[in-house]
């Protein structure tokens, strides 16, 4: 940052400037930890509830403007309190930064994703190209996580399950109220139906 003043001579012609250059570098960095703190989950890094809300109904005001196709998932994991109980919450947040590295990947570049605290994740998939590619995204999410990875607190091999609710924008949902609670009930069609897959909203057709 320059702040600086102009001198004059007598007959008003400017003869010289006197300023100084603060470096705000740390200034700068620490505003945008703040800014990352407010906007995304401390464990995970994806959007927290409130961050990806508001990101959803920008993207549903963009969508209904350009008539696209876009959709949003409800992931649940399924049984995840085994891990904290059986191997500790250490093992717990492995589980849960496993998860959302993996919606990182899923969504990079063609959507963004959230947790909305626990076990409960969001993600936005835009401009889809067909119905079915949404159901696609969602067995390929089912069956990463199902591959597992090694745990470092524990060193063994888990395997993550989850059951998934998919919803439309404006088929399902006015607003990110309605669209949420549409893709959280098609979640829940699959918890009582053997989980560990996924359904769509307003539909008991379920892919198993």
Not at 143 to 167: P, Q, R, V
């Amino acid at each position: 940052m320059i702040k600086a003043n102009k001198f004059y001579d007598r007959d008003d012609v400017p003869t010289k400037i006197v300023g100084v250059i603060v470096d705000i570098d740390r200034e700068k960095k620490s505003e945008m930890h703040l800014l990352q703190k407010a906007s995304y989950d401390n464990l995970t890094q994806l959007y927290n509830r409130e961050t990806f809300t508001k990101t959803l109904a920008a993207e549903m005001e963009h969508s209904a403007a350009r008539k696209t196709l876009e959709a949003m998932l409800f992931i649940d994991l399924d049984d995840f309190k085994f891990f904290n109980d059986q191997y500790g919450h250490a093992c717990g947040d492995e589980v849960l930064k496993f998860v959302a590295d993996t919606l990182k990947e899923i969504c990079f570049e063609r959507g963004f994703a959230g947790r909305l605290g626990g076990d409960e994740f969001v993600v936005c998939i835009t401009n889809l190209i067909l119905i079915g590619d949404i159901g696609d995204i969602a067995q390929e999410i089912i069956d990463i996580l199902s591959n597992g990875f090694t745990s470092e607190s524990c060193e063994k091999e888990l395997a993550i399950h989850c059951s998934i609710g998919i919803a439309f924008f404006r088929e399902n949902g006015k607003n990110t109220e309605e669209l949420i609670a549409a893709a959280d009930e098609a979640m829940y069609v699959i918890k009582k139906h053997g989980k560990s897959a996924y359904s769509y909203a307003r539909s008991t057709t379920a892919q198993i």
